[in-house]
Nanobody, 117 residues
Framework: VQLQASGGGLVQAGGSLTLSCVVS????????MGWFRQAPEKERERVAT????????NYEDSVAGRFTISRDNAKNTLYLQMNNLKPEDTAIYYC???????????WGKGTQVTVSS
């Protein structure tokens, strides 16, 4: 099983980035997917989750209205559109998959997002 996250980078505050996570080795459409992030010296936090069909999403309060999680089951790919980025969004972002929400079975290696003020 592989979850390959990409799309991170350096952006100025107010800018946008789109993260992608290509998944292989599992039945992608059967999995709840999520994006998590971990900033230096902070605990990992859940950013957003999406159900198998894409019909239900949830967001951490600080990103609601700015980030959008989506998935393309035909391409086995998860996305995170991030708009109006803030310096506090700086972190390593990870994608993860779970058959049951909360029991995250598989993790990607992460992609660095850095937002300058």
């Amino acid at each position: 099983v592989q979850l390959q996250a990409s799309g991170g980078g350096l952006v100025q505050a107010g800018g946008s980035l789109t993260l992608s996570c290509v998944v292989s080795g599992l039945s992608f459409r059967n999995y709840v997917m999520g994006w998590f992030r971990q900033a230096p010296e902070k605990e990992r936090e859940r950013v957003a989750t999406i159900n198998w069909s894409g019909s239900s999403t949830n967001y951490e309060d600080s990103v609601a209205g700015r980030f959008t999680i989506s998935r393309d089951n035909a391409k086995n790919t998860l996305y995170l559109q991030m708009n109006n980025l803030k310096p506090e969004d700086t972190a390593i972002y990870y994608c993860a998959g779970a058959l049951v929400v909360g029991d995250w079975d598989y993790w990607g290696k992460g992609t660095q997002v850095t937002v300058s003020s």
